[in-house]
């Protein structure tokens, strides 16, 4: 199928995000490959992500394969999301975060912010290796500086017959990165000219000899590697190819039953009921994929208690996007009862870590994916994924809070250092939502209000009428 909507010319992005981990070497390679592309479709559909490439290359000592990722994303806000997803939500082993997963080693994450990026030919057909490489700095003025230099970078990076280029930077850390894309070097047979490929880009001249003198840029990382996968949304989104093997044959590309976004996505959603027998309960059912004529309103039974899970009597649950995508069968995993998150009382808890009658919000866990979710009268929770309210709140707005809330918690308070913004007035603990009028926006103010930041909100309001308002 044809890719669509990458064609050459500068790239708007203004974030990137980078990751290298090590997968074990007895991991077969078609495993591997049928991975990334079955859990590709519960990932690139993050907003604001245009692309990634997926890297390999071999460790030349223990023959683990290196992969991870190379992605551009529109905003700072839509790269934390997907690193909040990836790292508090996503789960492919059941209790298992995604970056938890044991046979991930040295894993290494940086967010960066984009100088510049620049597609100098069609991702199509020539995107074939990429390389990263990453430089300590030292100085101010990071920004200015590197956009100073990039016109000429980028100029360079189209005489050297580069497919792409990228100049990053990550003030906390103060790292500099760059990121460049080469086409295939033909050799004698496929296997050649994957090798000759990966040489030539490797031991080529680096686009570091035009970083600022002063800031004393020093390497701490560089690798060359194939691109195993490249990752489309924006083509999926125009009707066009979702992913693309580059290395094919070389590499295997996904089997059949992970060859194309439809195959990689489940044909109907998962039935996961308790026995027939029981008590029933009333719940809103996903017959088929497709539009509200494929939910039913209808009994199934109802869940039983279970050792460290809760049963909760759903008394609200908000609406999410992502239950669009579960309940149109564009979601890697789906229950029939959609609903990623609720509130409600406890109903049973055999545990005893919550009382019965406890008021509690709940969320993820598996919640409308794996599980039946919040659509129905009750649901049935990890623990961990369950939380007490202490709140006077009408059922109806409490409904609106756990998901919103958590979204904006995890972007607030403590994360890695690489996902923070650069803040030169950090001792006064200021804080800009933008925007101010959203439901994230205000749940950022209510997260933070007890601690008196100076805050600063931007409102967009072109639907009113009304300009920016503070």
Same mark, same amino acid.
């Given at each position: 199928m044809q890719i669509l909507g990458y064609d050459a010319g500068p790239i708007g992005c203004?974030?990137?995000? +980078?990751?290298? *981990?090590?997968? /074990?070497?007895?991991?077969p390679i078609q495993q591997l490959? !049928? !991975?990334?592309?079955?859990?590709?479709?519960?990932?690139?559909?993050r907003r604001g992500m245009r692309h990634k490439y997926v890297p390999l290359r071999f460790d030349p000592a223990t023959g683990a394969h290196l992969v991870g990722g190379r992605y551009l994303f529109d905003s700072w806000d839509d790269m934390v999301d997907y690193v909040r997803f990836t790292s508090s939500e996503l789960e492919f082993e059941p209790g298992v975060k995604f970056w938890d997963r044991p046979f991930f080693s040295g894993i290494d994450k940086h967010a960066w912010y984009v100088v510049g990026a620049h597609d100098f030919t069609p991702m199509a057909s020539t995107h074939y290796v990429n390389r990263l490489?990453?430089?300590?700095? #030292?100085?101010a003025d990071i920004r200015g500086r590197l956009a100073a230099v990039w016109p000429t970078v980028s100029e360079a990076a189209a005489t050297q017959r580069l497919a792409s280029a990228w100049l990053l930077f990550q003030p906390d850390e103060h790292q500099i990165g760059i990121v460049t894309v080469a086409d295939r070097v033909e050799g004698s047979d496929d296997a050649e000219t994957a090798s000759r490929s990966l040489a030539?880009?490797?031991?080529? $001249?680096?686009?570091?000899?035009?970083?600022?003198?002063?800031?004393?840029?020093? $390497?701490?990382?560089?690798?060359?590697?194939?691109?195993?996968?490249?990752?489309?949304?924006?083509?999926?989104?125009a009707g066009g190819a979702t992913s693309a093997f580059p290395t094919f044959p070389v590499h295997p590309v996904p089997e059949a039953a992970a060859s194309s976004s439809q195959d990689s996505l489940p044909a109907a959603p998962a039935?996961? &009921?308790? &026995? /027939?027998?029981?008590?029933?309960?009333?719940?809103?059912?996903?017959? $088929? *994929?497709?539009?509200?004529?494929?939910?039913?309103? +209808?009994?199934?039974? $109802?869940?039983?208690?279970?050792?460290?899970?809760?049963?909760?009597?759903?008394?609200g649950f908000g609406l999410n996007h992502a239950e669009l995508h579960m309940r149109r069968g564009e979601w890697a995993e789906a229950a029939e009862v959609s609903g990623i998150e609720c509130v409600g009382v406890v109903a049973s808890c055999p545990g005893?870590?919550?009382?019965?009658?406890?008021?509690?919000?709940?969320?993820?866990?598996?919640l409308g994916r794996t599980i039946n979710g919040s659509y129905a009268e009750y649901t049935r929770v990890r #623990?961990?994924?369950?939380?007490?309210?202490?709140?006077?709140? /009408?059922?109806?707005?409490?409904?609106?809070?756990p998901e919103t809330f958590a979204t904006a918690w995890t972007c607030l308070f403590p994360q890695p250092q690489?996902?923070? &913004?650069?803040?030169?007035?950090? +001792?006064?603990?200021?804080?800009v939502v933008r925007p101010g009028r959203s439901q994230d926006g205000g749940c950022r103010w209510c997260a933070r209000h007890s601690d008196r930041p100076q805050l600063c909100t931007f409102c967009h309001a072109r639907a009113t009428g009304r300009g920016p308002g503070v």
């Open positions: 203004r974030v990137a995000f +980078t990751s290298d *981990f090590a997968v /074990p070497a007895d991991m490959v !049928n !991975n990334v592309e079955n859990e590709r479709a519960s990932m690139d559909v490489e990453r430089f300590a700095y #030292t100085g030539a880009l490797e031991h080529s $001249k680096s686009l570091a000899r035009f970083l600022p003198r002063e800031l004393a840029p020093e $390497k701490v990382f560089d690798r060359a590697s194939l691109n195993l996968s490249l990752w489309l949304p924006r083509s999926r989104n039935v996961v &009921r308790e &026995r /027939p027998g029981g008590e029933r309960m009333r719940a809103i059912v996903l017959e $088929k *994929f497709g539009g509200l004529d494929s939910v039913v309103y +209808t009994d199934i039974p $109802k869940p039983l208690p279970k050792h460290g899970e809760v049963v909760i009597q759903v008394r005893g870590e919550f009382p019965v009658g406890a008021k509690v919000a709940a969320l993820m866990g598996g #623990t961990a994924n369950v939380a007490s309210i202490d709140s006077e709140l /009408p059922w109806s707005q409490l409904a609106a809070l690489s996902l923070r &913004r650069a803040n030169p007035r950090r +001792t006064r603990r200021d804080l």
